[in-house]
């Protein structure tokens, strides 16, 4: 729920902007069982902010890949997103492209953390899935576990 649709703050239209953070923005934070740590964080325009945070990663060179669609209501926003999972190893064969990992399972679990910054008049109110106890989501021992069958 978004009881101030029209003071969205939008602080970029462009992909791979870092003012993003500065606005508005939903972030998943995503660790695959052999990638530690992704980030893509959305903003109400549509714009994507992600980058690899791996030790060796590619940073903003990397491109998630994903499709990202934003619904904005007269009280609320939402975000629909895929993820293109390119397999265990494809960092080696294209390190700039996808989300390395095989499927999420019991015992090979994904961790993730999904959170929401709002801004306004200057200070920004966070929410998280999983709360970190810090001032952003950048807490890998706190991210929840992801798995299928």
Same mark, same amino acid.
Do not use: C
């Given at each position: 729920?978004?009881?101030?649709?029209?003071?969205?703050?939008?602080?970029?239209?462009?992909?791979?902007?870092?003012?993003?953070?500065?606005?508005?923005?939903?972030?998943?934070?995503?660790?695959?069982?052999?990638? +530690?740590?992704?980030?893509?964080?959305?903003?109400?325009?549509?714009?994507?902010?992600? $980058? &690899?945070?791996?030790? *060796?990663?590619? !940073?903003?060179?990397?491109?998630?890949?994903?499709?990202?669609?934003?619904?904005?209501?007269?009280?609320?926003? +939402?975000?629909?997103?895929?993820?293109?999972?390119?397999?265990?190893?494809?960092?080696? $064969? &294209?390190?700039?492209? *996808?989300?390395? !990992?095989s499927r999420p399972k019991e015992l090979?679990?994904?961790?993730?953390?999904?959170?929401?910054?709002?801004?306004?008049?200057?200070?920004?109110?966070?929410?998280?899935?999983?709360?970190?106890?810090?001032? &952003?989501?950048?807490?890998?021992?706190?991210?929840?576990?992801?798995?299928?069958?």
């Amino acid at each position: 729920m978004e009881p101030d649709m029209k003071g969205l703050q939008i602080s970029t239209t462009q992909n791979d902007d870092p003012k993003l953070l500065e606005g508005d923005h939903i972030t998943l934070l995503i660790e695959t069982s052999s990638r +530690s740590y992704y980030e893509l964080s959305i903003n109400p325009a549509g714009a994507v902010y992600d $980058l &690899d945070r791996a030790p *060796g990663g590619r !940073g903003l060179a990397w491109t998630s890949g994903a499709q990202v669609a934003v619904h904005r209501g007269a009280d609320r926003w +939402s975000i629909e997103m895929r993820l293109p999972i390119v397999g265990e190893e494809a960092f080696v $064969l &294209d390190p700039t492209k *996808g989300i390395d !990992g095989s499927r999420p399972k019991e015992l090979f679990p994904w961790h993730f953390n999904l959170g929401r910054s709002r801004v306004r008049d200057g200070k920004a109110e966070r929410t998280a899935f999983s709360p970190t106890g810090k001032a &952003d989501l950048h807490a890998p021992e706190k991210f929840a576990k992801l798995w299928g069958r």
